[in-house]
């Protein structure tokens, strides 16, 4: 760990790799202890390593997010060893994709288990912390498929789950200066879409060819700094693919927040500033809704 001491305390799960990992080093990098949670202890090395090379603070933590006592220990053990928990990132994630009349039980409980079985251990346990600081942030990841995809009703109905148990937080904890997002990514280059790609026997390059021609930006998003946009809403927000897409580049994602019904505060304060959202741009319905 480095010798400053961080302010805030964040935990990732599935953080060993892909977005997870991106999430936990963009918020170390922003200041946060990170405890980089993944099933495997070890594997979340490197993850903590690169952390640590770039200064920042990050704990390696075992643990499976769908078993109750692996969770209430790792919460225990980041707040004995980083300090009391008030950002989570909900992230970890597996896929077990068939058709329905292929799809066995062991495939829907997994990917319920993992995903919101998972969400709402992590959820439950950190929320104490987060009360008793009278502030916290809850980004759990959801995906374009939670509106339906083929041969995923398991990985569709669990990430719909993630956006009612996302709205049905923020409604239960706003008042204690909690907020709780949902992030709902299109397609992410990740070790899970060259997972979906060897199951359904294409080459990535094909495979991404084919999701990148279905998406209106034309390109596919890649794991990156990310989590400390989500967690400015106001709460029980979705960020839905094409903005999570534009931030993975690393471009400016302009004001995502636009989409947010109601708009967030932080859009609303642009534009009440005549900050460039505000200048030279015809007001739209959400303008004149918003105030
Ligand atoms: N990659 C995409 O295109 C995409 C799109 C939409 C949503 N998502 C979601 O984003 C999240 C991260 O996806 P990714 O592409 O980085 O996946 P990934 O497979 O690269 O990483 C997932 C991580 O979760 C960990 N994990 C799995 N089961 C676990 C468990 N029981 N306990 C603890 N950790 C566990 C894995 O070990 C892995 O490190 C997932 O929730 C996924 O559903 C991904």
Redesign the pocket.
């Known amino acids: 760990m480095s010798q400053s001491a961080p302010s805030r305390v964040a935990i990732v799960?599935?953080?060993?790799?892909?977005?997870?990992e991106a999430t936990a080093r963009k918020l170390a990098a922003d200041g946060l202890a990170v405890a980089v949670?993944?099933?495997?202890e070890g594997?979340c090395a490197s993850a903590v390593t690169a952390i640590h090379d770039a200064g920042g603070t990050a704990l390696a933590v075992g643990?499976?997010?769908?078993d109750a006592a692996q969770v209430t220990a790792a919460v225990e053990r980041v707040v004995v060893e980083l300090g009391a928990p008030t950002v989570l990132v909900n992230?970890?994630?597996?896929?077990r994709d068939n058709l329905l009349f292929k799809m066995t039980e062991d495939d829907w409980e997994t990917v319920m288990?993992?995903?919101l079985r998972?969400a709402f251990l992590f959820s439950r346990a950190v929320q104490k912390h987060m009360v008793d600081a009278g502030w916290g942030r809850i980004v759990s990841?959801?995906?374009?498929?939670a509106l339906g995809n083929r041969g995923q009703a398991n990985?569709a109905a669990a990430?719909a789950g993630i956006q009612g148990f996302t709205k049905t937080l923020a409604i239960e904890l706003g008042r204690f200066g909690i907020t709780a997002n949902a992030v709902?990514?299109?397609?992410?280059?990740?070790?899970?879409?060259a997972?979906t790609a060897a199951r359904v026997g294409m080459e990535f390059a094909d495979f991404e060819k084919a999701a990148v021609s279905q998406i209106p930006v034309g390109r596919a998003?890649r794991?990156a700094p990310r989590a400390s946009r989500p967690a400015t809403c106001r709460g029980g927000a979705c960020l839905r693919g094409p903005e999570w897409s534009r931030s993975a580049r690393g471009s400016s994602p302009g004001c995502v927040r636009r989409r947010c019904r109601p708009p967030c505060r932080a859009a609303t304060r642009r534009r009440g500033s005549g900050g460039r959202a505000g200048r030279g741009r015809r007001r739209t319905r959400w303008d004149r809704r918003s105030r």
């Not at 643990?63 to 769908?66: H, M, R």
């Open positions: 799960t599935g953080a060993a790799r892909g977005i997870g949670v993944d099933l495997d594997a643990a499976d997010v769908s992230n970890a994630g597996v896929l288990a993992v995903h998972g990841l959801s995906s374009t498929s990985y990430k709902a990514p299109g397609f992410i280059v990740t070790d899970m879409t997972a998003g794991p």
